[in-house]
């Protein structure tokens, strides 16, 4: 096999095929004010607020912030940006972006929602994946509980089984319907329980084909060992481990509680440690392909360039079917469509719902990505580069 990987992260004009001049344009005007931590965080007060009084800024939102990283309100809108992401061989992981509302009755009627979006995924061509979080189906009350090996009452045990019985129906539908899904991280003190009811649902459904993936953040300095362990304990109980690598998303909130609480902050001590353990974690599925099936989601171009040369030198086809590139719809176009375009796996994780519903995620994402170094100067720069090679003033 050719030694040679032919593939750059520069090339704009694969990046932004599926962008309009206009698109672009847009683009430039979002990234170029998204980097304005100021602005964001006066958006993040305002506009809950303006929502609540009924001002008219709902039409505002959807064609600006709410267009440029959501696939649509509605499970159909979300079906025709999938289809047009298809065309550039570009996959989707259906995101229901609705912030979970507590309370059983709430619990409960979340499960069809996610069974259905299960059902229209069987239905694409190009919608391998559904996202899900524990704590749109559970207390965290009681997840913490768990998590700190306290006592349950009868009634929370109850409590806890209908839970399991919850995310059992979610795998269940998915297994059926051959739609994987990828179950998120969550905060440090309630992942415990997280992972072991993934780890229970990977042992039920990942003999023939590989359905439930749990979600290993790196930025923990714990979670290269738990990656290399839940591996073992799959291996010794023969079913394939779903490893769905991502650096995290929750390090304030996770250094601020530790500080509060004095205990040691699980979170990496640089993000030089956080990128090592992240590579490491890539090589080491890689070395398992066997037994791992793993979903690389990060807009590190560097942890991408090293999954796709490892894969192309181990003489691995690009399109294994154990090996997944993703990256958020909006973000990172030139490592997704460069990715698609030599022919590597690759999916855009959608979020959907109703503007007003999903208004929660898209601050959290503004937020996110006026702290992520560097990255809103990288899209602006690909832009720009883009439109002065398209000509766009």
């Excluded at 050719?2 to 520069?10: A, I, M, R």
């Excluded at 738990?226 to 250094?255: D, N, P, Q, T």
């Excluded at 399109?319 to 999916?347: C, E, R, T, W």
Aim: charged share 25%.
């Amino acid at each position: 096999m050719n030694k040679q990987l032919s593939l750059s992260f520069e090339d704009t004009a694969i990046a932004f095929e599926s962008k309009s001049d206009k698109a672009l344009k847009k683009a430039n005007f979002l990234f170029s004010n998204i980097g304005k931590p100021w602005l964001v965080k006066l958006g993040g007060i305002m506009t809950p607020i303006a929502l609540k009084l009924h001002l008219p800024i709902r039409g505002i939102i959807k064609n600006t912030i709410f267009e440029q990283f959501c696939g649509g309100e509605t499970l159909d809108e979300a079906a025709a940006t999938a289809r047009q992401l298809d065309k550039y061989h570009v996959g989707v992981v259906l995101d229901y972006g609705v912030e979970a509302m507590e309370g059983e009755e709430n619990y409960d009627a979340a499960v069809p929602e996610f069974i259905r979006a299960i059902q229209y995924a069987a239905s694409q061509p190009n919608i391998p994946y559904i996202s899900i979080k524990i704590t749109g189906f559970a207390n965290v009350e009681l997840l913490e509980k768990l998590d700190a090996k306290q006592a349950l009452s009868g009634a929370e045990i109850a409590e806890f089984e209908r839970v399991r019985q919850r995310i059992l129906a979610i795998c269940d539908a998915a297994a059926k319907h051959h739609v994987a899904v990828l179950v998120d991280a969550e905060e440090s003190w309630i992942q415990q329980p997280v992972d072991d009811l993934t780890d229970e649902m990977m042992s039920l459904f990942n003999k023939q084909e590989v359905i439930v993936y749990n979600t290993f953040q790196m930025y923990r300095h714990d979670r290269l060992a738990f990656l290399e362990a839940s591996y073992r304990k799959a291996k010794s109980a023969g079913y394939v481990l779903g490893a769905k690598l991502v650096r995290g998303a929750y390090m304030e909130k996770e250094r601020k509680r530790a500080e509060e609480m004095g205990y040691p902050s699980p979170i990496q001590p640089s993000k030089d440690a956080t990128d090592r353990d992240y590579d490491k974690a890539v090589m080491f599925c890689l070395d398992h392909l066997d037994e791992i099936a793993v979903f690389i989601g990060t807009h590190n171009e560097n942890s991408c360039m090293l999954a796709a040369r490892l894969l192309h030198e181990k003489g691995y086809d690009h399109q294994h079917p154990h090996v997944s590139f993703s990256q958020l719809y909006g973000m990172s176009d030139n490592i997704s469509f460069n990715l698609a375009h030599a022919g590597y796996k690759v999916s855009k994780y959608l979020p959907y719902g109703p503007v007003r519903d999903v208004l929660p995620y898209l601050l959290r994402r503004a937020q996110e990505n006026t702290s992520m170094s560097g990255q809103m100067g990288r899209e602006l720069k690909l832009i720009r580069e883009e439109m002065k090679r398209r000509g766009i003033r």
